[in-house]
């Protein structure tokens, strides 16, 4: 079946500028987390949303960073005036139930290029 | 503080097995043992986890010290398709009552196997 998928693949902006990633999680999961990857780096927690809400968003790094899930699947990252420092792979994942997951299935990332 | 301690690097000939070790020293006793791996450009991929048994399947065996300070991933006849970077991460199992902080991931640095043709 079909997994985890993100768009786009790779995105190259110019510092200041907006930008949003897109994530399609499996159908029916409920769960849905963003990562940051950046290189030579393990992935971080950025945001946890548990059908439509965000449960825990304490890995968003200051308030240019927002995500949305209104409809409880697809999900946006969104970053305003963006710097080169957020430059790396936004990685997402999504888990099948509510509470006792304990896999989670991730995209390929979208590479975020802020030159 | 990291949870977990990874060599940053191993090589493995292609067909035998590739024992991939991990420190945990601090690991609570309701703290599960889990592995990750990322082949390049992809996302991380769920292999296993385990409580104090040790646990097979179909990709790989995990074997827990008595103590539980330490495991051993074992993938017993790699191929080139295994090369990657393997992260051991320490995490409460999750259920229906977890917080998001106990739900994330957090991975370290992990160690980038190399399988040698």
């Known amino acids: 079946g079909a997994g985890v998928s993100q768009t786009p693949s790779n995105k190259v902006t110019e510092k200041g500028k907006y930008v949003e990633l897109r994530c399609d999680p499996i159908s029916g999961h409920t769960a849905l987390y963003w990562y940051r990857q950046s290189l030579g780096q393990g992935p971080e927690f950025l945001i946890y949303f548990q059908g439509t809400g965000a449960a825990d968003d304490s890995g968003l790094p200051n308030d240019r960073f927002f995500a949305v899930r209104p409809e409880g699947s697809v999900s946006t990252l969104k970053i305003q005036r963006t710097e080169r420092g957020d430059s790396a792979v936004y990685l997402c994942?999504?888990?099948?139930?509510?509470?006792?997951?304990?896999?989670?299935?991730f995209g390929p990332g979208t590479r975020l290029t802020v030159l | 503080d990291a949870k977990t301690t990874q060599p940053p690097s191993m090589d493995c000939a292609e067909g035998r097995a590739a024992n991939l070790p991990c420190n945990h020293s601090?690991?609570?006793?309701?703290?599960?043992v889990y592995w990750y791996r990322q082949i390049h450009s992809q996302g991380p991929q769920y292999i296993i986890h385990g409580l104090k048994n040790n646990e097979t399947n179909e990709m790989a065996s995990l074997i827990i010290t008595e103590d539980r300070k330490s495991s051993t991933l074992i993938l017993p006849h790699a191929t080139l398709r295994d090369t990657a970077v393997y992260y051991c991460?320490?995490?409460?199992?999750?259920?229906?009552?977890?917080?998001?902080?106990?739900?994330?991931?957090?991975f370290g640095s992990g160690t980038q196997l190399t399988v040698l043709p």
């Open positions: 991460i320490v995490r409460v199992a999750p259920n229906i009552f977890s917080s998001g902080s106990a739900r994330q991931l957090t």
């Open positions: 601090t690991i609570s006793g309701n703290e599960y």
């Open positions: 994942a999504s888990s099948p139930r509510a509470g006792d997951s304990n896999e989670q299935f």
